[in-house]
């Protein structure tokens, strides 16, 4: 029997572990290539995790209700054939090797159809996976062919070595060593101290202590690793977004019946972000110990509250490729699935600059506390009529105008005023001039 242990995957950043919801197969089933083998919930996301491989289902090793920590055996499927049970190896025959020295791994299924499709192991190299630990799918190279076929554009990239677990999508360009340190090690973050007393009971007269909820615990221990990791520091400017706010009251209805998503000022300011980020690629970045990452996709993620009240941040991926109509749809879209629990683990990982939106709550500004691994993290501030001094060719006039206040955290490891600030500017300029 050739084993093939099923583990439990990273559903997103900061993700430790993960609760077996349901089993969707038996012991002694036979499992395709995709099907659905469990579903599980964490703090950030509920999902339906495919199987990599055929085969058979011999081990079920955790049962429905169990959390299980990221990278533990849940499963072991005989890969060798129904009836191959005389012979225990832990290879995987049946999942090629195509470049044995990077270790990457492909199903038969996929091999043949990159055959069919006369697809070279070199170009499958390039295809990134969205499967299991970074496969890729049969729906991955499905998509790549049909791509390539109507001579569109492929999304292809070098394959990166595959990690014991999975890791963000967005690698680096490149990478900045301190001649001091050049292999120092990311700091280890001080442990939380935490005390879990019985829900519901009551420590003191007329105080009832409950215990928080496990989505609530990770957002707590999240935010405090953050505080600990990296030194914040806030810049607050006002905007004027009366062209703004012009531009959408005009053409809002037209956009709802073209689109079917109605339009907010959440795609403008994610565009505004997006060529800054293009401008000043010293804020899409990550830190690890000494060396500075520098991320080649810009990928936007935009926090939403859910009904329980707690907050997720899903992200718009490639946000500088898309037009408005791309991220306005691509924000509602996964905005509606955040709240519906349907995000899966792509939806939520691999961010590299985060938008938090006061506004909603209308809350002037605020200062956000950074979303690590990144650096910087913009607050989008209630938008209010505001008498305001007006320069015109005849002299200073006072106006009723649209202001609207723009907080910028970042982590001053990497990122000095000057940077922070003409960061912050250049969004400022951005929705100020915007084009009605």
Do not use: C
């Amino acid at each position: 029997m050739s084993r093939f242990e099923i583990k439990m995957p990273k559903l997103g950043e900061s993700i430790t572990e993960g609760t077996i919801i349901s089993w969707s197969v038996q012991v002694g089933d036979i499992i395709k290539e995709d099907d659905v083998l469990f579903e599980v919930n964490t703090a950030k996301v509920s999902a339906e995790i495919p199987s990599p491989v055929e085969g058979k289902v011999v081990e079920i090793l955790f049962k429905e209700g169990d959390t299980v920590a990221v990278g533990t055996v849940v499963a072991i499927v005989d890969i060798g054939g129904e009836n191959s049970e005389d012979e225990v190896s832990e290879e995987t025959p049946q999942v090629k090797a195509v470049k044995p020295e990077e270790e990457r791994w492909y199903s038969p299924v996929v091999l043949q159809l990159a055959r069919e499709a006369g697809i070279q192991p070199k170009e499958l190299d390039t295809i990134l996976g969205t499967g299991y630990q970074g496969r890729v799918s049969k729906k991955d190279i499905k998509s790549y062919i049909v791509r390539k076929q109507s001579g569109g554009t492929t999304m292809a990239q070098p394959a990166a070595k595959p990690s014991p677990q999975p890791v963000a999508s967005v690698a680096p360009q490149s990478v900045t060593t301190a001649p001091a340190q050049s292999s120092a090690k990311p700091a280890v973050t001080p442990d939380v101290q935490r005390t879990t007393p019985a829900s519901g009971t009551f420590s003191a007269e007329g105080v009832e202590v409950k215990e928080m909820d496990r989505v609530r615990k990770v957002i707590a221990d999240h935010m405090v690793m953050s505080k600990h990791t990296s030194p914040h520091v806030t810049n607050v400017v006002e905007v004027d977004v009366t062209k703004l706010v012009k531009w959408r009251d005009k053409n809002k209805d037209a956009f709802f019946r073209r689109e079917g998503v109605k339009l907010t000022y959440m795609p403008a300011i994610t565009e505004a972000v997006a060529k800054a980020l293009a401008a000043y690629p010293q804020v899409n970045v990550s830190v690890e110990g000494y060396n500075i990452l520098f991320k080649k996709h810009i990928n936007v993620g935009i926090a939403v509250s859910l009904n329980d009240g707690n907050l997720i941040v899903p992200v718009v991926r490639d946000a500088d490729r898309l037009n408005l109509n791309g991220l306005a749809v691509a924000i509602d879209s996964l905005a509606l699935k955040a709240r519906d629990n349907k995000l899966m683990p792509d939806d939520i990982s691999g961010g590299t600059f985060t938008i938090t939106n006061f506004g909603t709550f209308k809350s002037l500004f605020g200062t956000p506390i950074i979303n690590q691994p990144q650096v910087a993290i913009l607050g989008v501030g209630y938008i209010e009529k505001k008498p305001a001094v007006i320069e015109t060719p005849e002299g200073d006039v006072i106006a009723i105008r649209h202001k609207m206040y723009l907080s910028l955290s970042y982590d001053h490891r990497v990122v000095d005023g000057s940077l922070g600030g003409n960061f912050l500017y250049f969004i400022k300029e951005y929705l100020e001039n915007w084009k009605e």
